[in-house]
């Protein structure tokens, strides 16, 4: 299969700027094209960033007043599930790619454990589905 070239960038007049035109044009496509990309791309990110520190300052808010409070209960298996989601979080992006910060190795094994601990106590929601489509015997 060949590729069919436009005559008209095959064959130059003289003194005709068309091929020129035509490319100034396509590279001005070509460049909003990528602007808007690397744009949006942008923009997404941030929303992510702006939406995660909002979740964080709720989070962190909701903690302060458990402690000042004084109800160490609540505040603790706040804390315990907000460590069984990072550490879910953590596995689901990383992996069990090796550790070099040992510092952060040491804080990761200890989420581990709790996480494991928190395992047994939170519902999935598939569970529930299921636990719902099942027909009790009466």
Not at 64 to 87: H, S
Not at 88 to 101: A, F, H, K
Request: charged share 20%.
């Amino acid at each position: 299969m060949r590729l069919r070239v436009p005559a008209f960038l095959i064959h130059r007049r003289e003194g005709s700027q068309q091929p020129l035109l035509v490319v100034v044009i396509l590279a001005a496509v070509a460049s909003a094209c990528a602007l808007g990309y690397v744009s949006g791309i942008n923009r997404g990110v941030r929303k992510v960033q702006r939406s995660q520190v909002q979740f964080d300052l709720v989070v962190s808010v909701g903690l302060n007043d458990l402690a000042e409070r004084g109800d160490l209960e609540a505040l603790k298996g706040k804390l315990r599930f907000l460590i069984y989601a990072n550490v879910s979080e953590y596995d689901r992006l990383v992996g069990q790619r090796p550790i070099t910060n040992a510092s952060f190795a040491r804080s990761l094994a200890a989420g581990r454990v709790i996480w494991s601990q928190m395992k047994t106590q939170v519902v999935t929601v598939d569970s529930l589905i299921n636990s719902l489509n099942t027909p009790t015997n009466r």
